[in-house]
Each structure stands twice: as structure tokens, then as C-alpha cells.
């Protein structure tokens, strides 16, 4: 998609979006790496909950992407995942995790 194979930080040892986002930010800041613009690349319904944790955890200057990676499995259709009962667990899911990251002031 045009971004520099260089500059894309891959972070996959966290076990939560949380402890992915601290991570990514305390390996930048080891690294020496300056940046204004952060993108997160993942599941739809998990970029709110990623967004509100960079938001909380990164400087107010930068600016942040969200960017959509690839779903295969038909349970987790943007269109269609209420047809469904792994979608419906899965998005509530994510909905209880952002409300008690905000509740514990996390995000």
C-alpha cells in the first residue's frame, strides 16, 4: 500500500491490544524512533479499542490510522456479523473490553 517496508513495526509477542500498544510504544521509544503518524492494522471491530488506547498512551500530536486488515472468516463480516452467533459474541466482546478499559481508565 506505498509504506516503506523500513519503517512498518511488526509487535507480536502481546497477548492483548493493550499490552500491544504499550509495547509497540516503549520498542519506538528504546529505538530512538521519532514519529508523528501511527497507523494500527487489524480487525475492524477491534481499531475502536486500539484507537482508544493509542489515543490515551501516545503524544497529542500524533496522528493515527486506522487501517482494516483482511477478514476470512464469514462470521466477522462487516455486513453480516449479527447473522450470526460467533459475530454476535465477538462484537459484544469487543464492546465489554473497550467499556472496562475505559472503566479502569486504561483507554
Same mark, same amino acid.
Not at 36 to 44: D, E, K, L, M
Given at each position: /500500500?506505498?509504506?516503506? %517496508?523500513?519503517i512498518i513495526l511488526i509487535e507480536s509477542n502481546s497477548i492483548t491490544i493493550a499490552d500491544n500498544v504499550?509495547? *509497540?510504544?516503549?520498542? /519506538?521509544d528504546n529505538l530512538g524512533i521519532k514519529y !508523528?503518524?501511527? $497507523?494500527?492494522?487489524?480487525? =475492524?471491530? /477491534? !481499531?475502536?479499542? $486500539?484507537?482508544s488506547?493509542? +489515543?490515551?498512551? *501516545? *503524544? $497529542?500530536?500524533? %496522528? +493515527?490510522?486506522?487501517?482494516? $486488515?483482511p477478514i476470512s472468516s464469514?462470521?466477522? %463480516?462487516?455486513?453480516? =456479523?449479527?447473522?450470526n452467533e460467533v459475530g454476535i459474541k465477538t462484537i459484544f466482546g469487543e464492546f465489554v473490553k473497550l467499556k472496562l478499559s475505559v472503566a479502569l481508565n486504561t483507554a
Open positions: /500500500m506505498g509504506v516503506p %517496508k523500513e504499550k509495547t *509497540s510504544l516503549n520498542l /519506538m !508523528q503518524r501511527i $497507523a494500527t492494522v487489524g480487525a =475492524w471491530f /477491534m !481499531q475502536r479499542r $486500539a484507537w488506547h493509542l +489515543i490515551k498512551l *501516545s *503524544s $497529542a500530536k500524533t %496522528k +493515527i490510522f486506522c487501517t482494516n $486488515a464469514p462470521d466477522l %463480516k462487516v455486513n453480516t =456479523w449479527f447473522t
